[in-house]
Structure formats: C-alpha cells, structure tokens
C-alpha cells in the first residue's frame, strides 16, 4: 500500500481565516512534505520533516505553519492568507530522507 | 541550485505514435522518479531509477536513467488516449544541500487524440 491521503479535498477560505489541510501515511514512512503546486507547474517544496522534527523550510512565509503531530500525521495550519497562496497543496512521505517520495492527491486551496 | 531540464513541454499525438521525453541536466542525481499527474490531481510514481545505465519497462513505457545518472529519458510506444496526463521528471539531490531534495523538469503535457 503506498497511500497518501489528504483532506480536504477542497477549500475556499478568507484572508482573514484559519484553516488546516491534513495529511496521513500508514505506510511507516519518517519521513514527510509539504509542496505547493501551481497550475501547469511543477511542485515547490515548501517544508520537510524527518523523524516527526522539522528538517527544512524552504523561506515559507510565517501565515503557512506545518505541525507533524505524530509519525502517521502531517498538518498545515493556514492563517491570514493571501489570494495569491491560491494552489493545490500536496503532500507527500519517503520511507526515509532521500527517498522515493509518494504523493497524496492534493488539496485545492482557493483563497478569496 | 540543481537544475532538470525536461523537453519537449507540449506534446500533442495521435493514438499509436511512439513518443520520447527527456530530461537533462548537469547534476549527478542518487535516483530519478517519473511521475504522471491528472489535472487537480497529486503526481503518481511510475518508476525510480537508481543505477546508472539502468532501463525499466512498464507495459507500453520504458524509463533509462544515464550512465552517469545525470540525465533521462521515457518512451512510450504505441500511445494510448488514456495516456494523457502531465509527465514529471524528478532528480534527487546526491549530496550536500540538494541531498534528497527533489529537483523537478517543468513538466511535458502530453496530449494522444483517439
């Protein structure tokens, strides 16, 4: 099984809001990211954790906040966004750094 | 910055054409992937290369990574309409502050009318 899944799916949110998008892997992988797809391009990587601890951050703004609360479990708190952080937000997680990395489907993010 | 340079970006077939993409760079990787993505969906592995010289077949697609795992290339024969998608090249960084990035190709779209 080399599942990704990611909720939600989809997600209109305000500039003044707060939202989280949700990532899970049950495939014992340590290690897991965040990337920010745009349409027609490739993904960015945006953060990186191995061993449930912050590895990288690719100079993310501040309004984009990751969480990996467990081994199994990655989150991306999302506040004060602006129209332009409008994309498809994927994660993804390797069996460790380095590794081939699996993606889950995305969460397309609309930010009015 | 390592850069993956993939061509052709915009490839539009008819069904049972044969068809190579490929991509380059100046940069030794520790392994390459492929991946194909749907429009709104998350990129799907379809192979990792990882020695040097090596050749993958799956079904109609065959993957060769360089000799000297610097560069590319995916072939399709006989392509299919449900081939269609956004094909990604991905290199992972072998050392230093590239190691186990991925370094993506801008993609190739490649479109197969019936």
């Known amino acids: 099984d080399t599942e990704v899944t990611q909720t939600p799916k989809h997600l209109v949110m305000g500039m003044t809001n707060k939202k989280s998008l949700k990532c899970e892997q049950h495939m014992g992988h340590r290690a897991m990211y965040w990337y920010k797809q745009k349409a027609k391009k490739p993904p960015e990587l945006m953060f990186v954790?191995?061993?449930?601890?912050?590895?990288i951050n690719e100079s993310v703004p501040s309004r984009f906040s990751p969480e990996c609360p467990n081994s199994s479990l990655l989150n991306l708190h999302l506040h004060a966004l602006q129209p332009e952080d409008s994309a498809l937000y994927l994660c993804a997680s390797s069996q460790g750094w380095g590794e081939t990395q699996y993606f889950g489907p995305g969460t397309r993010l609309l930010v009015l | 910055t390592q850069l993956l340079e993939q061509s052709p970006q915009f490839l539009s077939i008819q069904e049972g054409e044969n068809l190579t993409v490929y991509c380059n760079s100046s940069?030794?990787?520790?392994?390459l992937q492929w991946y194909r993505q749907e429009p709104g969906e998350g990129p799907v592995l379809l192979v990792t290369v990882v020695t040097g010289g090596e050749v993958k077949k799956l079904k109609r697609l065959t993957f060769q990574f360089g000799d000297a795992r610097k560069d590319s290339s995916l072939h399709i024969t006989a392509a299919q309409p449900g081939d269609t998608g956004l094909y990604l090249c991905a290199g992972a960084g072998a050392g230093g502050t590239s190691y186990g990035k991925l370094t993506f190709g801008q993609g190739t779209i490649l479109t197969v009318h019936p």
């Open positions: 940069s030794v990787f520790s392994s």
């Open positions: 954790y191995s061993y449930e601890k912050l590895s």
